[in-house]
């Protein structure tokens, strides 16, 4: 398994990076949704829909809850981006023996209160027009290991170009008011739900 290993340097010159590298893609990058951040660690669920995804959710992080970030990552995939662990991303190999350490890694995550946990629970990157979604399984140990609450926060990355010629980005949130027992079946009945909602409001906006 391949830990998270946060530099504060290398955050710093890398967040530089990220604020060019937006400002050149993308018309707008929008926030849609009120969340009350609660103080409880964060388990932030997102559509994968390109590889821009965990940047996104980065910058969102950085400008709403400021909280330490970490995301899972498949491990071949982290292998050959190292970098991306001194960010937070930390890596989990499937049907392996250290998947169970990478579990309960992601779950002690969740019982610091100065935590963020991302997670792509779709498990590879998919098209944003393919739904409803379908989350793996694997991944649901995690809440099975932890009894302390935790803040669910919903994320939905939609991108449409309008009439311009960089894309738009809206990053529409939402947070259950549930702080525990939560089931992987329970959140991604949710999450379709929460995402259908999205796709509604932005067919109003163009």
Known sequence: MIKARHTRWFQSVFGLYLAWAFRRSFKRMDIVGQVEDRGLP?????????????????????????????????????QKNLFLSRLGAFSIKRKSKSASQSIRYAANLLADNNNFFLIFPQGAIQSQHQFPFVFEKGWGRILLQKENPIQVLMIANIVDYQSYRKPILKQYLFSPEKTSGFTCDELEAQYNSFYKDCIQNQIRDI
Not at 48 to 54: F, I, Q, R, Y
Not at 61 to 77: A, C, S
């Open 42 to 78: 964060i388990l932030a669920i997102a559509n994968h829909m390109s590889w821009w995804d965990g940047f996104w959710v980065l910058n969102l992080n950085n400008k709403l809850f400021r909280r330490k970030f970490h995301v899972m990552m498949l491990e071949e995939q982290l």
